[in-house]
């Protein structure tokens, strides 16, 4: 694959993204769908579950009475959904993804950095059943979620990588709004929200803007297939939408900060 890292090093600069399609070979992402089907197989049969209908294989998450057992699953199991979910962030599969080498040759082009201060963490894979809102994060900039890797915003980039066969409108698309990150970091307003059905261990913190500042911006729906990645300045507000569809959305996120100017020692 020939990139252009001119363009792209312009579309971050001016826009606050860009998209490379075809990116993340498929055939990795299909193995690691494999080993997520095949944790929550174990756990449906555990919990007696009828699952003989389901020939494991990736077409699985393509499949909508999966994904409803999945949801049906994920609410009558919350803590053993979210041991899988948790637990799939270390699995080499998943690993062998966001540190793909492009992911890091990229970055240092991006970033104007060498290999030694390339800092590739915070991996997350993203599971979003059709029709929730119990987990989904309104317009936010990423970099006011890691305050120790960075002070403006400045010195990453988060990716966004398409697990699904095809992520539309529909499936609850990434939202951008263009060209945000000109105005820089805003200090959003803090909250802390409970999950409905999981103790006080699952609560999780958001940073709420004043949504009048975006008004003037124009949001572009990120329609993406599978191995498409979008790179995101992590002062762009952004957003996911909200999955209406019958089939759980998968994708993965990474962030690549400079080490050289982070706020503190993360160690």
């Not at 009828?50 to 077409?59: E, G, P, R, Y």
């Not at 305050?147 to 992520?167: F, P, R």
């Not at 609560?203 to 124009?218: C, G, R, Y």
Request: glycine share 4%.
């Amino acid at each position: 694959m020939l990139i252009n890292y001119k363009k792209l090093d312009s579309d971050f600069k001016s826009k606050g993204f860009f998209v490379i399609r075809k990116f993340i070979n498929n055939k990795k992402i299909l193995i690691l769908k494999k080993v997520l089907s095949d944790l929550f197989l174990i756990e449906l049969k555990k919990a007696e579950f009828d699952i003989t209908i389901f020939k494991n294989n990736d077409k699985l998450w393509e499949n909508p009475k999966f994904c409803k057992l999945i949801n049906i699953f994920r609410i009558n199991y919350p803590e053993t959904f979210s041991k899988i979910y948790n637990n799939i962030k270390n699995n080499p599969q998943l690993l062998s993804i966001l540190n793909d080498k492009k992911i890091i040759q990229l970055s240092k082009k991006i970033l104007k950095v060498g290999l030694n201060n390339i800092w590739n963490g915070e991996f997350m894979m993203r599971i979003d059943v059709p029709d929730d809102i119990r987990n989904t994060i309104g317009w936010h900039q990423e970099a006011n979620y890691y305050k120790k890797q960075t002070q403006d915003g400045k010195n990453g980039i988060v990716y966004w990588i398409a697990l699904s066969e095809n992520i539309k409108k529909i499936n609850g698309a990434i939202e951008v709004k263009k060209n945000s990150h000109k105005i820089g970091l805003i200090r959003g307003k803090k909250k802390q929200v409970k999950k409905i059905n999981l103790n006080k261990r699952y609560k999780s913190v958001t940073f709420e803007p004043d949504l009048n500042i975006l008004a003037k911006f124009k949001t572009e729906v990120m329609e993406v297939k599978i191995g498409d990645m979008i790179a995101m300045d992590l002062r762009l507000f952004h957003r996911s939408g909200k999955n209406r569809s019958k089939i759980i959305r998968l994708s993965c996120i990474n962030r690549v900060f400079d080490t050289a100017k982070m706020t503190k020692d993360i160690r």
